[in-house]
């Protein structure tokens, strides 16, 4: 189940006796921990002392973890037991081959599983948590080894990574909730920031709730003076200058980067993808973001709408030709910041006169 299916059955349905938590995503799954421990716990604050406790499987094995949850508590009447390193029981190496072929089911661990699950104690909720592996790649395979284990467990909740479309949304509610100002350029330039990371949106949306105190618009000085990596953002914004054609600007914002101590090769290698792809976009016939994005993420490079109207502006600016050209002058501007030379400013205004000479063309 989802995280929101997961806080309506909790609030229809009461809580089950065991939980399986899967993925890596933090925001959502600290959200349905606060949710269970109300359910179960309520608001109290000794309660909550009380009846909550945490279990490693790192460090020890799970049938102690299984006795602690059988054993009666004489402070709390109620309790959630947080059983952390799920995926730690898993057999490894020639084990794991051998436990493969055989069954999960032939585990002692497993059996402890079963067992409990047949007869669980009463007014005590079990969660296993497995956040090391995510939803694709290499991990996937790991992960569909942790849901196998525990597939007596019939509620499991999937905690994947936000969308780009759904950080958007968050960021945007997040926003409103603290009745901050922030208009759609800061809102793009936040979410490139952040990565699109949905705990890291609601940490930096609280500071700058903080520091505008809701008396005045979100700025982009705001966001570079307050959120770790918001120089790499202002890169992007160069990128988009120089799509356009726009030389001051670039140069304007080429001062910016060098009074900050921006590392040149750095924001070369983000302009030479930019263009990149433009380059991809235009050679695929991509007419609009929409296109864009959805092309890149179905080939696996995952991609923010914002990022995509950049490209999209790219691909208006440049020809073919004028974009085969860039890719060309980037590779030459890198080759000189590795050389022996005078300045790393200079190669990149040397740059930025000739792609926007091109564009102008």
Known sequence: MTPDQFVASLEKHGPAPVYLFLGPEPYQRERCRRALLDAVLGAAREERESGFSRVDLDEVPLAAAFDDARSLSLFATRRVIWIGSAEAVLPRGRAAAEDDSAGASGSSDSSELAAYLREPTPDTVIVFESSRYGFDGDDKARLERVQKFYAAIKAQVEFRPYSPEAARSLAQTLAKQAGLQLGLAELALLLDSTGGDASRIAVEIEKLSLYTAGSRKVTAEDIAAL?????????FVLVAAL????????????????REG??????LTFLATQFRMALAAREAGL?????????????????WPERARQIEQTVAAFSKRKL????????????SLRDARPDDRIVMEEMILTLTAASAV
């Open 227 to 235: 959120v770790p990596d918001a120089q790499t953002a202002t890169i």
């Open 243 to 258: 799509g356009r054609g726009d030389r001051t600007r670039a140069l304007e914002i080429l001062d910016t980067l060098s």
């Open 262 to 267: 921006e590392y040149m090769p750095l924001a």
């Open 287 to 303: 007419r609009n973001a929409s296109q864009i994005q959805a092309h890149f993420n179905k080939i696996g490079a995952r991609m």
């Open 324 to 335: 085969e050209r860039a890719v060309v002058k980037l590779f030459e501007a890198d080759r």
